[in-house]
């Protein structure tokens, strides 16, 4: 009976984690709601759109409102809060991706005076993190910093799905098949591993016209230590100007920019992990010290 009894607790306790982050992925999906075209949002909306009762939306609201991530600015309208401000600039400052991109984007620039994106996953879509225009190329492109795109049109997110974990590609197909049929990434799950397969057989993701007509895109993925996809980085050009030779030259600079990122990364990930276990270890001979009897005198 005792360790039934432990069993059902050990049970009750999961279940206890499992509704409160449930709980928390509910009360954050709000935020997601938030677009450029709308918003701000009332209450009403808010209940209408999540179909949560009038009482939760309410404490999820308020919870919301003591993180600063979202602001009352009538009696019953709700905009994103400056906690998002300081977030970002936290971000700007400490990302490893960014720390460590933004130099190679400078250098990339200089190296063909193309333009030049750095792009990060985000959950199942892909966001330009920092770019570098030339002139020759529209400030309208669709990869603006901080706006999320879809993993299937561009260059930029091309070079990022192609490496993600073979079960994450077939989720993705099974509930987006009809956006990677239009972005002619395979009519079947045969046909989008193939399709994806080329590019990592390549090393590189090409698009033409995707996002703005006349634009062509060359990107390479960036990887952590483990090999798990972080990125990309991409050179953005007219099509008129990229020829076979100029593509290859493209390619070849972004391959070798990418893997200066990748060694970067690498170390930086190395130096934080042998700093943490050496805190673990000071902690852990700092407490050892503290249960050895004292001497007496």
Avoid at 237 to 257: D, H, M, S
């Amino acid at each position: 009976m005792p360790g039934r009894r432990k069993s059902i607790a050990v049970l009750a306790g999961c279940t206890r984690i499992h509704i409160a982050m449930s709980s928390l992925g509910r009360m954050l999906g709000i935020l997601d709601l938030y677009t450029e075209a709308e918003p701000a949002r009332s209450i009403d909306n808010l209940v209408a759109r999540t179909g949560y009762t009038r009482p939760t939306l309410y404490r999820y609201v308020r919870e919301l409102g003591k993180a600063g991530l979202l602001v009352k600015i009538t009696r019953n309208l709700y905009v994103l809060g400056p906690r998002f401000i300081e977030i970002d600039r936290q971000i700007r400052a400490s990302d490893p991706l960014l720390k460590v991109g933004q130099p190679l984007v400078s250098d990339l620039f200089r190296e063909d005076g193309a333009t030049v994106i750095l792009c990060g996953l985000l959950r199942d879509s892909v966001m330009c993190i920092h770019r570098q225009s030339a002139p020759d190329v529209p400030d309208q492109l669709g990869h603006d910093r901080g706006r999320a795109m879809p993993l299937f049109l561009t260059a930029s997110a091309k070079a990022i799905l192609a490496f993600l974990p073979s079960p994450r590609l077939r989720r993705l197909f099974q509930s987006r098949r009809v956006e990677i049929r239009s972005a002619r990434l395979g009519r079947n799950w045969e046909g989008f591993k193939e399709k994806l397969r080329a590019i990592r057989r390549s090393g590189y993701a090409e698009s033409h016209g995707e996002l703005v007509p006349g634009l062509a895109g060359i990107a390479v993925p960036i990887f952590n230590a483990e090999r798990d996809v972080l990125g990309s980085v991409a050179f953005v050009i007219p099509e008129r100007k990229l020829t076979e030779e100029r593509k290859e030259f493209l390619v070849a600079v972004l391959k070798k920019g990418a893997q200066r990122m990748n060694d970067a990364l690498a170390r930086l990930g190395t130096a934080q992990n042998g700093g943490a276990r050496r805190r673990i270890v000071s902690v852990e001979h700092a407490r050892r010290r503290a249960k050895r009897p004292g001497k007496s005198k």
